[in-house]
């Protein structure tokens, strides 16, 4: 019977049990320090060895997962820009198309919950605030909550301007917040998977709030590349003079601007989907 023996690197160990055969560092002293390829490769070679002891099953879910990135769907385009756009093929919010204008795009959404937080900081996409916001609501999602459950992921993350009237706004959970009077603030919030409906674990982070969001009509307007205060600033601008000429909608009194983000980082910044969203109300006749 033939043995099938990994390739030998140097400064690595092989030895051999039921399973096959474990890579393990050498602990000799007379050995020579390992490169940062060669570490590199040490950690693959171990990660290889140890695949027949993983269920078919995992391997399955790892796969799925992946294609989710690899292959992302993409959403009925209107110009070379959006068609380069791309989102993951993960859950996000439903929605009907009202009608398309050539600037932006008016949308029924059906009703939805989120997890949402206030992002510290002045401007609503201040590195160092978003990425904490990020943070906190990524651990709700995967874990850190009453029952420690771990939840899929979704698409977009959404970030809106708080514009506060200090009314306390009662939540679908017994978590009650108070809108912040001082400024301005701008809230980051993940959308929450379908199937939970109301019945979501709640957060053990109080900087956490559940809320449903209730059906909607919004006028939306993508673009790619990243996203900053000055952008979002000028979307907002063009969206909401082109609403004016609108013959059925209008801009509902007091709506915030809301910025929806469907990409992980590490996507290229001319694939990345973005929009900006204003919720409108049909005109008086």
């Known amino acids: 019977m033939l043995l099938h023996r990994p390739l030998v690197m140097p400064g690595v160990l092989y030895s051999r049990n039921s399973n096959g055969y474990r890579a393990s560092l050498s602990s000799s002293p007379q050995r020579r320090a ?23 099953r995992l391997l399955m879910d790892l796969a799925s997962e ?27 919010v439903k929605f009907k198309v009202l009608s398309r204008k050539d600037q932006y795009e008016i ?13 510290p900081g002045k401007n609503g996409f201040d590195f160092n605030g978003s990425s904490q916001s990020f943070n906190v609501l990524a651990e709700y999602l995967f874990g850190k909550n009453t029952t420690k459950e771990r939840m899929e992921m979704t698409t977009p993350v959404f970030t809106r301007r708080d514009q506060s009237d200090g009314k ?47 059906r909607k009509i919004v006028a939306v307007v993508a673009f790619s590349g990243f996203v900053t205060d000055e952008e979002v600033k000028l979307r907002e601008s063009k969206l909401r ?33 973005n929009e900006v969203a204003l919720e409108v109300e049909r005109k008086q006749v």
């Open 34 to 56: 390992m490169s940062g390829f060669e570490a590199r490769v040490s950690l693959v070679l171990a990660l290889v060895s140890q695949a027949s002891s993983v269920s078919q």
């Open 66 to 92: 992946t294609t989710k990135y690899a292959f992302p769907r993409r959403f009925e385009s209107s110009n070379l820009e959006e068609a380069l756009m791309s989102v993951p093929d993960l859950e996000t």
């Open 107 to 119: 949308r029924e959404v059906e009703p939805y919950f989120i997890a949402e937080t206030t992002m």
């Open 168 to 214: 306390k706004m009662e939540m679908t959970t017994p978590v009650i917040t108070k809108k912040l009077q001082d400024q301005d603030k701008w809230q980051m919030s993940f959308v929450m998977p379908a199937k939970y409906g109301a019945d979501l674990p709640l957060p053990k982070d109080q900087s956490v709030r559940i809320k449903e969001v209730p």
């Open 241 to 273: 003079s082109a609403l004016r000429n609108d013959k059925q909608f209008q801009v509902k009194e007091g709506a915030p601007v809301e910025v929806a983000q469907y990409n992980p980082p590490f996507t290229l910044p001319f694939t990345r989907r």
